[in-house]
C-alpha cells in the first residue's frame, strides 16, 4: 500500500512539472547557470570573508583618520629584497646616501581599528590568476614600485619576471599568474599632435589605454601634480575640450573636465562587480617650510630661508596638517570620485601623506652631482617618496580595503 501510495506521488509531480514547464520558465533552482565567458574573475562570487579591518569599538572604521605611532618592526622591507632594477634610483634614499632611517620607523594606526599586515603569501592567493593595475604619473610608479617590493620581501621563493616598456610596465608573479602592471598616463586622458602641437584632449581616453586597462581585475588610478605644471615642466601646448582649442584654462577647470572623462569612461566600461577600482587621492608636496616651521620652531632641522623638505627626519605631530595649494585640487577629485562611488573606492590618502613631511627623497634621489647636493633648494625632490617608506602604507590601506 505505501509503495503504491509512493508511486502515484511520484507520478503526479512528474505530471505536474511536464505542463508547468510548457507554460513557463523552469524554476530558479533547476536553470542552468549563465557561464561568465569574461577574462576577469568575478568579484562578488567570493565575498570577503572578514570585515574590512579588526574593529576595536562599535564605531565605523575609517582606514584613513588616525595617527602615525613608533614600531620597531618596521619597516616592511629593505631595498635590497626588491630585486634589482625594481626601485628607481629617485625613490632609493638610502641606497643614496640618505644618513637617517627614522622615518621608515613609523606606523600608521586608524583611530578606531587596526589595519592588518601586509601578508604577501595572501595576497598572491587571492590574486591568484588576475591582474592589478597602477594606472598615472610617478606617483603611481612610486606605489607601483612598492607593492613589488613587499610581496618580494614576504613572499621570497616565487618566481618573478619584469617587463619595463612604455606606457606599460608589468611584474609577474610566474607561480600564481599574477600580473602588477603600472600604465603610465599622467593625465589620464589623452595626448595627442594635433595640427603640430602638443595637445591635452580634455573629452577623450585613448583606445591603447582604454584597451589596457579593461584588461584588469583591480584597478587604481591617481592624477593631479602635472595639472598644475607650468613652464617647461607644462606637458602640452594646447588643450581641446568640445571642439574648440585652448592655449590654457583654469587648470581646476580642466582637471574637472578631464576627471568628468574618466568617470564616464568608468561608467560606461567597468562591471563594479567583476572589476575593483580604487582612485588615490592627492598625494602632497612639502615645497615650502611656512606649512610646518611653526610646529618646530625649537627642534626644526630648516636651514634659514630653505626652500624644501631637506634636513626633515621626523613626521609632522598632530593628527592634521596645515593644508596649502593641493587643497582645491583633492577637492575637485574627491568630488568627482565621489559621483562614481558605487563603481570607485576613494583612497583618501592626502592628510596622513601630509603628516610625513620627513619621507621625500629630497637630495638623495639618484646620484645626484655634489653641486646639487650642496644646493637643497633648487635640488631636492619633496614630491616623490622614498622606497621603503609612505607608499607602503598606501599599499597597506589597499591590501586592507581589497581583501578584508
Known amino acids: 500500500m505505501a509503495a503504491a501510495v509512493h508511486y502515484l506521488t511520484f507520478l503526479f509531480l512528474f505530471l505536474l512539472q511536464n505542463a508547468t514547464s510548457k507554460a513557463s520558465p523552469l524554476p530558479p533552482l533547476f536553470r542552468r547557470p549563465i557561464r561568465n565567458h569574461s577574462n576577469h574573475s568575478n568579484f562578488a562570487k567570493h565575498p570577503r570573508r572578514n570585515p574590512v579591518v579588526f574593529p576595536v569599538n562599535h564605531s565605523s572604521c575609517d582606514l584613513f583618520a588616525g595617527e602615525w605611532v613608533r614600531d620597531e618592526t618596521y619597516p616592511l622591507y629593505r631595498a635590497k629584497q626588491c630585486g634589482?632594477?625594481?626601485?628607481?634610483?629617485?625613490?632609493?634614499c638610502q641606497t643614496y646616501g640618505r644618513p637617517d632611517s627614522d622615518y621608515l620607523k613609523f606606523r600608521w594606526k586608524p583611530f578606531n581599528c587596526n589595519v592588518p599586515r601586509f601578508n604577501g603569501m595572501k595576497f598572491l592567493q587571492e590574486?591568484?590568476?588576475?591582474?592589478?593595475?597602477?594606472?598615472?604619473?610617478?606617483l603611481g610608479r612610486n606605489q607601483w614600485e612598492s607593492l613589488i617590493c613587499m610581496i618580494s620581501s614576504s613572499a621570497p621563493l616565487i618566481h618573478t619576471r619584469i617587463i619595463h616598456e612604455d606606457p606599460l610596465s608589468t611584474f609577474k608573479i610566474l607561480d600564481y599568474n599574477v600580473k602588477v602592471s603600472f600604465y603610465r598616463a599622467p593625465y589620464l586622458v589623452n595626448i595627442d599632435k594635433i595640427r603640430g602641437k602638443t595637445?591635452?584632449?580634455?573629452?577623450?581616453?585613448?583606445?591603447?589605454?582604454?584597451?589596457?586597462?579593461?584588461?584588469?581585475?583591480?584597478?587604481?588610478?591617481?592624477?593631479g601634480h602635472?595639472?598644475?605644471?607650468?613652464?617647461?615642466?607644462?606637458?602640452?601646448?594646447?588643450?581641446?575640450?568640445?571642439?574648440?582649442?585652448?592655449?590654457?584654462?583654469?587648470?581646476?577647470?580642466?582637471?574637472?573636465?578631464?576627471?568628468?572623462?574618466?568617470?564616464?569612461?568608468?561608467?560606461?566600461?567597468?562591471?563594479?562587480?567583476?572589476?575593483?577600482?580604487f582612485f588615490l587621492s592627492v598625494s602632497p608636496t612639502h615645497y615650502n617650510p611656512n606649512e610646518w616651521a611653526s610646529s618646530r620652531s625649537k627642534t626644526s632641522t630648516l636651514t634659514q630661508g630653505g626652500k624644501s623638505c631637506y634636513g626633515q627626519t621626523t613626521p609632522f605631530?598632530?593628527?592634521?596638517?596645515?593644508?596649502?595649494?593641493?587643497?582645491?585640487?583633492?577637492?575637485?577629485?574627491d568630488d568627482e570620485v565621489k559621483e562614481v562611488k558605487s563603481h570607485v573606492s576613494l583612497m583618501d590618502i592626502t592628510m596622513l601623506s601630509a603628516l610625513r613631511v620627513d619621507c621625500h627623497p629630497s637630495i638623495y634621489s639618484g646620484d645626484l652631482n655634489p653641486s646639487l647636493k650642496r644646493n637643497p633648494d633648487r635640488s631636492s625632490d619633496c614630491s616623490h617618496w622614498c622606497l621603503p617608506g609612505l607608499p607602503d602604507t598606501w599599499n597597506q590601506l589597499f591590501y586592507a580595503a581589497l581583501l578584508y
Open 84 to 92: 634589482g632594477g625594481i626601485i628607481d634610483p629617485g625613490f632609493d
Open 127 to 138: 590574486m591568484r590568476d588576475k591582474t592589478i593595475m597602477f594606472v598615472g604619473d610617478s
Open 199 to 223: 595637445t591635452l584632449k580634455l573629452d577623450e581616453i585613448s583606445v591603447d589605454a582604454s584597451n589596457a586597462w579593461r584588461t584588469a581585475d583591480v584597478l587604481l588610478f591617481n592624477t
Open 226 to 277: 602635472w595639472w598644475s605644471h607650468t613652464g617647461s615642466l607644462r606637458g602640452w601646448e594646447q588643450m581641446e575640450t568640445g571642439g574648440r582649442y585652448y592655449g590654457d584654462m583654469d587648470r581646476l577647470v580642466a582637471l574637472r573636465k578631464g576627471l568628468r572623462t574618466w568617470s564616464n569612461w568608468v561608467l560606461r566600461y567597468i562591471n563594479a562587480p567583476l572589476t575593483r577600482v
Open 317 to 333: 605631530s598632530g593628527t592634521s596638517y596645515p593644508t596649502s595649494s593641493y587643497v582645491n585640487q583633492k577637492k575637485v577629485i
